[in-house]
C-alpha cells in the first residue's frame, strides 16, 4: 500500500460527501458491497494478468503499512503469525522506497 499522495488527499476531501454515504467509493449513494469490490476486484485484476485475491491483496497492503508504522515484531503478535518469516512475506515493500522509485523522473 502506498501512502495517499498529498495532492490525490487534496482531491478526495473537496468531494462532496453524501450524508448518509461518507464514503468516496459509492454506488447509488451507498458504499460497496464486499461482492462488489470482490466483482471490481476480480475483472480489474485479470484485466491485468494478477492472479491475487481480494482477501489477500488488501491482508498484504495492511500488514505493510502496519509494518511500517511498528516494526515487524509487533505486527507478527498481531496478525498471529508463528514466525517472523511470515510476516515479512506479507509486510516485505518498503514504502518509502517504493514511493520514490514511482515519483522518480
Known amino acids: 500500500m502506498l501512502p495517499l499522495d498529498g495532492e490525490v488527499k487534496k482531491a478526495?476531501?473537496?468531494?462532496?460527501?453524501?450524508?448518509?454515504?461518507?464514503?468516496?467509493?459509492?454506488?447509488?449513494?451507498?458504499?460497496?458491497?464486499?461482492?462488489y469490490a470482490r466483482k471490481l476486484w476480480n475483472r480489474?485484476?485479470?484485466?491485468?494478468?494478477?492472479?491475487?485475491?481480494?482477501?489477500?491483496?488488501?491482508?498484504?497492503?495492511?500488514?505493510?503499512?502496519?509494518?511500517?508504522?511498528?516494526?515487524?515484531?509487533?505486527?507478527?503478535?498481531f496478525v498471529g503469525h508463528a514466525n517472523q518469516a511470515m510476516t515479512k512475506r506479507y509486510g516485505k515493500m518498503d514504502v518509502r522506497r517504493l514511493e520514490r522509485v514511482l515519483r522518480t523522473k
Open 44 to 77: 480489474i485484476t485479470s484485466t491485468m494478468g494478477i492472479k491475487i485475491s481480494l482477501y489477500q491483496g488488501t491482508r498484504h497492503s495492511s500488514i505493510t503499512a502496519a509494518v511500517e508504522r511498528v516494526g515487524y515484531d509487533d505486527v507478527q503478535e
Open 12 to 35: 478526495l476531501m473537496k468531494l462532496p460527501h453524501h450524508i448518509t454515504c461518507p464514503f468516496v467509493f459509492q454506488k447509488n449513494g451507498r458504499h460497496y458491497s464486499e461482492s
